[in-house]
């Protein structure tokens, strides 16, 4: 039997703290994709039917109940209650959080104690970003700010991470970057953060490349793995802007730096980031995005990562943001297809169990340990 006895979630969010309703929860499931076409629902998609065969069962319902018997049995326990059942039940043992989503979530200490897991932070340089021009009375105090602000954050944090290659405002401003991803002169850096201080408002993040280019290099000089967003769902409505080969020029100009990219393996565009990691030593794939969003289908998608990226370079994570259930589903559907494609290679004799056992290993837990400096073990799950 191959099964990864526990595992590290690289790559997720808080939960939200608050009861939620049919509409909420579902705008969850959706991700931020926009409401549901009239007379559909976001819980007819792999996504959705996931939650409801994994997640009845550990609230003490039948698999496959309705969507509206479970939600009523999630009120009748409570959101913490909820949380605790379900994120005990994943095997995780230890999340890894991005802190920079907005939203009412919980913070990596407040995950963990309902996990009972470890947690460590992922800090997002755009907030980080906003927080220091909040409180900077200039472009040359903003700039020192921003370099000391992650000085600090990398003391404690295990990596970084950005949306800058999404463009959020419609321009097409991050993907800007891949036309010029060397760092921007001094000038060039003051002139672009004069601009964005002098027209921001509260909430506004910084979309100039020139700005984001510079937040994205002042985080590769702290030597802690950068995580760098390109397929969210719903985080952009253009076709072919979660195509991870736009940040080739970056990664080219970090290469041999000691800093480690990880990116998302999105749909359809998952060979293609297991491409850049076989091309380059510092590149990694995350693949929570391949795995949780496409249910059922996981296993053919693992398949066809396995068959193009080093196994040394795959990272398990559930990417879960809002709801305690996309962990379950992160880890569930991970483990299920796992045991399915390496399985079935040593059922053929193309593998041997002892090789299988490693590399399901490796991408549950292993690499992260290795990647990120991580301990052996968070505390383990009953």
Known sequence: MIEAASLVDQCCHGVLRTELGLGTFEAQLGRGAGPSAPGTTFFDTQTGFAVRRWCPPLLGLDPHCS?????????????????????????????????????DLTRPDELAAAGRAAAHEIVRLEPLAERIADVSGSVGG????FAEAVHTAARSAVAF??????PTDGSGSGYGLAAA????????????????????RPGSPPTDPVL?????????????????????????????????????????????LGTALVLPASPPYHR????????????????????THTGAGASAV??????????????????????????????????????RVLGGWVADGAWSLGDARRVAGMIAADNARRLYGLPGDGPSNP
Not at 73 to 100: F, M, N
Not at 142 to 145: E, I, S, V, Y
Request: glycine fraction near 12%.
């Open 67 to 103: 969507p509206a018997r479970y939600l009523a049995r999630r009120r009748e326990l409570g959101a913490l209650e909820v949380a605790g059942r379900l994120l005990r039940s994943t095997g995780i043992s230890t999340y890894l959080v991005d802190t920079g989503a907005p939203g």
């Open 142 to 145: 903003f700039l020192a700010g």
């Open 161 to 166: 991470s950005s949306v800058a290659f999404i």
């Open 181 to 200: 991803p060397e760092p921007p002169g001094p000038g060039e850096v003051r002139g672009a953060a004069g601009r964005w201080l002098a027209g921001r």
């Open 212 to 256: 984001l280019c510079h937040l994205l290099w002042t985080a590769v000089a702290s030597g802690l793995p950068l995580h760098l967003h390109t397929g969210t769902p719903g985080a952009y409505r253009t076709a072919g802007r979660a195509d991870p080969l736009p940040l080739t020029g970056f990664a080219t100009a970090t290469a041999g």
């Open 272 to 291: 293609r980031t297991a491409h850049l990691t076989s091309v380059f030593p510092h590149v990694y794939a995350d693949l929570g995005s391949a795995l």
């Open 302 to 339: 693992l398949a066809q990562m396995l068959e193009v990226a080093p196994f040394g370079k795959l990272l398990f994570s559930s990417g879960a943001r809002g709801l305690p259930e996309l962990h379950v589903v992160g880890a569930r559907v991970f483990r299920q297809a796992l045991a």
